[in-house]
């Protein structure tokens, strides 16, 4: 169905319970194409609401909407990291926040925003 990714990948780590998004899983599939790499390690996908009161950050929600992926880019050189995000932005992931570890893209309606996890 996808050529980078599988369901699994994206399965609450507590229950296994998913209902991430395919819509999202789709976009990442093409992103991975823009970027020319294999795949990500996704690090969180779809979370219950009990997972998510553990994880607890400021995009949570869209995790347990199903409208959000975390992205281990710990070991991405910065120009990759650059381009991800600059992709990210043209194929219309809405909310993209980051860190030296993480890559958080979610699909919520509305304006773009941008963030650096503190
Ligand atoms: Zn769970
Ligand atoms: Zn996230």
Not at 46 to 58: D, S
Request: overall charge positive; charged content about 20%.
């Amino acid at each position: 169905m996808w050529k980078h990714f599988n369901l699994d990948m994206f399965a609450c780590p507590c229950c296994r319970n998913n209902l991430i998004s395919e819509k999202l899983i789709l976009k990442l599939d093409s992103l991975c194409d823009a970027l020319h790499t294999p795949s990500f390690k996704i690090k969180s996908g779809y979370r219950c609401i009990y997972q998510n009161n553990v994880i607890g950050n400021q995009a949570g929600a869209y995790h347990v909407d199903g409208l959000a992926a975390d992205i281990d880019w710990s070991e991405w050189p910065n120009a990759l990291r650059y381009k991800l995000v600059s992709k990210a932005m043209c194929m219309g992931f809405r909310g993209i926040g980051i860190d030296g570890d993480t890559a958080h893209l979610d699909i919520r309606r509305g304006t773009q925003i941008f963030w650096v996890y503190k």
